[in-house]
């Protein structure tokens, strides 16, 4: 089992990034430090961090500002000494990407490669160190109705996002056989939890079903994604960085994949009912909007190898995760709040006046 004592977390006030860290310090047994590089875009968000702030004053830092930054990103390394990476720092969002695809490439592509420079320049040579690489499975493109992403298949990038991610997955690859930095990397498909900004599938539809709003599906609402409870991913990089063979892909995926259509009468269902409301009260809220360019039609990930390699496994059933989704979104309106006040709100006034 490899063991760490400075964790570099970038991207860690987002999404998954905060999820990753409560979950390395609660439940791991890993007792060293954690430092959260940040650059707190729209996405990123230092209240979905307070308890682990007030919980772990000497052992979690938040160093604010942009993993495009050399001289920064090497000023964190050499005051912390760090000895692991798990990177997620990224622009993440489709639509955000076809709408303006020039800050994916420089965070996604140039932070990918900044980070992997600064680890080449402090570790040379170290093989008791280690960067994880999170990506995505979008890199492996559109499946059709059969057949599922393995680490084999070819990349075959749709979007400027997952383009810009397949980019990255590229150079870290790279770094690893020319240099011989010591790297891990998983691809995992769509998550859902706590903490997951509302410009994205399912917080999107639990807030306007909140405020009794129509809820947007894109095209025909045939498009399939593969749904894992964050703490499941959180859980599969984890076992990635202390077990995963250097140099190696692990594919993490739910194995549970949902129409969208489908998964937004369930999620009206499941909102329905822990507000009181008759089962099927949101059905009607439900409206068929044009669809995303490019909109990959499937995605599905064969995840046996980290399985089998590793023991991991997707342990969340999906009713009660999305029902734990739900009850947290309730209970957090005025997280909510905050978030949608910000420059995301500008964003979506600005490009998605008519949804
Ligand atoms: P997110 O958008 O919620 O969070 C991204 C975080 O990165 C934010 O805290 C933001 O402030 C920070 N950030 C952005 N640009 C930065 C920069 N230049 N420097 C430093 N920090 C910066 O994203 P997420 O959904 O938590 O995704 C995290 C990672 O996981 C990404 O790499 C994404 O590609 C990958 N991933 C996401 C999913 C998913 O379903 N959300 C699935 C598979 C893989
Ligand atoms: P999203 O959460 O943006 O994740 P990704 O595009 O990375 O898979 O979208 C999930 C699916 O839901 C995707 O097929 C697009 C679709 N979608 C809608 O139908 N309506 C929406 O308002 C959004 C945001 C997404």
């Known amino acids: 089992m490899r063991k760490f004592t400075n964790l570099l977390v970038t991207g860690g006030a987002g999404f998954i990034g905060s999820n990753f860290i409560r979950y390395v310090l609660n439940q791991t047994g890993f007792s060293g430090r954690i430092i959260n590089l940040d650059k707190l875009t729209y996405a990123g968000n230092l209240e979905n961090l307070a308890d682990v702030q007030q919980a772990f004053p000497e052992r979690y830092f938040l160093e604010h500002g942009d993993i495009c930054d050399k001289a920064f990103v090497d000023r964190v390394w050499s005051e912390y000494k760090v000895d692991a990476v798990a990177h997620f720092a990224a622009e993440s969002h489709v639509d955000r990407s076809i709408l303006g695809p020039g800050e994916f490439i420089r965070t996604n592509v140039e932070g990918t490669f900044t980070l992997l420079e600064v680890a080449r320049d402090h570790w040379k040579g170290r093989e008791d160190v280690l960067f994880h690489h999170v990506s995505t ?26 383009a810009s991610k397949a980019a990255s997955d590229h150079l870290v690859n790279a770094w690893f056989h020319t240099y011989h930095l ?33 809820l947007p599906v894109y095209g025909d609402g045939k498009n399939v994604r593969d749904w894992l409870f964050v703490d499941d991913h959180a ?54 909007v044009p669809d ?18 590793l023991g991991w496994k997707p342990r969340t059933e ?21 978030v949608v006040s910000g420059a995301y709100k500008t964003w979506m006034d600005r490009n998605y006046a008519s949804r």
């Open 182 to 214: 010591p790297v891990t990397k998983s691809n995992c498909s769509n998550n859902y939890g706590p903490f997951h900004f509302p410009e994205k599938l399912i917080p999107l539809m639990i807030l306007k079903l909140q405020k009794g709003e129509t």
């Open 292 to 309: 995303r360019p490019g909109h990959d039609r499937r995605y599905a990930i064969d995840c046996s190898k980290i399985k089998k390699e």
């Open 235 to 288: 859980e599969a990089i984890w076992t990635v960085m202390t077990r995963g063979r250097p140099g190696e892909t692990y594919n993490v995926g739910g194995e549970n994949e949902w129409e969208n259509l489908k998964l937004v009468e369930v999620l009206c269902q499941t909102t329905a009912l822990a507000l009181g409301k008759d089962k099927d009260a949101f059905l009607p809220l439900i409206r068929f």
């Open 137 to 162: 499975d979008e890199v492996y493109g559109s499946l059709g109705k059969t057949g599922y992403f393995t680490e084999q298949t070819p990349y075959d990038p749709r979007s400027p996002y997952s």
């Open 318 to 338: 999906f009713a009660q995760g999305l029902e734990k989704t739900v009850a947290w979104y309730l209970a957090h309106s005025e997280w909510v709040k905050n």
